[in-house]
């Protein structure tokens, strides 16, 4: 990386994973309330996936370049910054612009490298624990006592929407998966149930809960799934969208939602402003990252890939077979690093 440069990942045209190349572009500075990230780790996830395929753009504002999710040094800060330094060791949601050597991100963004954690683990969180608590805790309401039905339970967002709900809700906790490696994994984490979707799982949903249903349902596949999940709800129960995999069109009973008092939602995090998900952020540090650095939740690595093999990255999401999260090694002699405590600064 020279001084003016820096390695990064350029998508050119849509497609499979061939249309994704490593070149050198212009290093970003910071505005007004970010900082740079001298990027270690990137989170590989499906957001990125969708947009290499065309089918989920970047906000005007946002970097065209992939990847939600990084964990880094401070780099540089930019005007009207507090509470960080050059040097921190940090990880964050980022607007994009993730795979690539440097990365801008507003500061509230950013969140301490959890004790004990190293950059590859780090960057393993953002994506999947600030969607997980957006959609299932703010969204979703999930109250102390509450079922709760995750589909697609060996996610990123899977598996810590199970853990938070476990932990945090005291919840019983359903989830669904699509082979007996993964449904062990969804228990092991403290899934009260696990149930293959690729039987007749709302069936199974009925039996596990005495015919009471759930509270709750966290799905990103919609389509023809969605009756199947409203009718699973109790009264007052919610349906929240963080995806549509099996189409953006459904046919739902709006009677049913009506006499029921049902509610359906759903949520794209990135085009939210960033105090928005400064307050995620914080909600976070405090009520999740204690329970990350002392072992009750747990972040579960599926493969670590280095920066120029990117491609084999994705071609992993694309056949679908990661349990947990795959994270790109930008900067391989540190990425297994776990940093100094936050008062302790890299020599620059």
């Keep these: 990386m ?46 990125d996936v969708q947009q290499r395929r065309g089918l989920y753009p ?59 954690f190293s950059f590859i683990e780090a960057a393993s969180l953002p994506e999947a624990y600030f969607t997980a608590w957006n959609n299932l805790i703010w969204l979703g309401r ?23 709900a476990r932990q945090l809700s005291k919840a019983t906790v359903l989830a669904t998966a699509g082979s007996d490696e993964k449904l062990q994994v969804c228990r092991d984490i403290g899934a009260h149930a696990a149930i293959s979707y690729k039987g007749p799982w709302d069936e199974e949903v009925r039996r596990c809960t005495d015919g ?37 069109t459904a046919e739902v009973n709006i009677r049913a ?8 939602t759903g949520s794209t995090l990135r085009p939210r402003p960033s105090d928005y998900k400064g307050r995620i952020a914080s909600d976070l540090v405090e009520r999740v990252w204690p329970l990350l650095e002392d072992g009750r939740i747990v972040t579960r690595i599926h493969q670590v890939f280095a920066f120029d093999d990117v491609r084999s990255a ?11 999260k795959v994270v790109l090694a930008v900067d391989t002699a540190q990425a297994e690093q776990r940093p100094r405590p936050q008062q302790e600064t890299i020599p620059q």
């Design 212 to 248: 009471a249903g759930v509270d709750v349902v966290l799905d990103a596949q919609a389509g023809d799934y969605t009756q199947r999940q409203l009718d699973l709800l109790k009264p007052d129960g919610r349906l929240v969208f963080i995806a549509s995999h099996q189409g953006p």
């Design 142 to 164: 999930l109250a102390e006592g509450e079922t709760v039905l995750i589909q697609g339970g060996t996610s990123g967002v899977g598996m810590a929407g199970i853990q938070m």
């Design 58 to 116: 970047p906000p005007p504002e946002a970097s065209p370049i992939l990847g939600l999710d990084v964990a880094g040094y401070v780099e540089e800060i930019g005007p009207d910054v507090q509470g960080l330094a050059v040097g921190d060791a940090v990880c964050a949601l980022v607007n994009g612009g993730g795979y690539a050597e440097l990365c801008c991100v507003p500061a509230v963004q950013c969140m301490p490298v959890p004790l004990g």
């Design 257 to 264: 939602i009506v006499r029921r008092r049902l509610t359906l």
């Design 314 to 324: 994705h071609e992993v999401l694309d056949r679908n077979d990661q349990i947990g």
């Design 2 to 47: 020279t001084n003016k440069h820096m390695r990064l990942v350029e998508t050119r045209g849509t497609g499979g994973p061939e249309v994704l190349h490593i070149v050198e572009g212009p290093r970003p500075s910071p505005k007004r309330g970010e900082v740079s990230i001298r990027v270690v780790a990137a989170g590989v996830n499906r957001p």
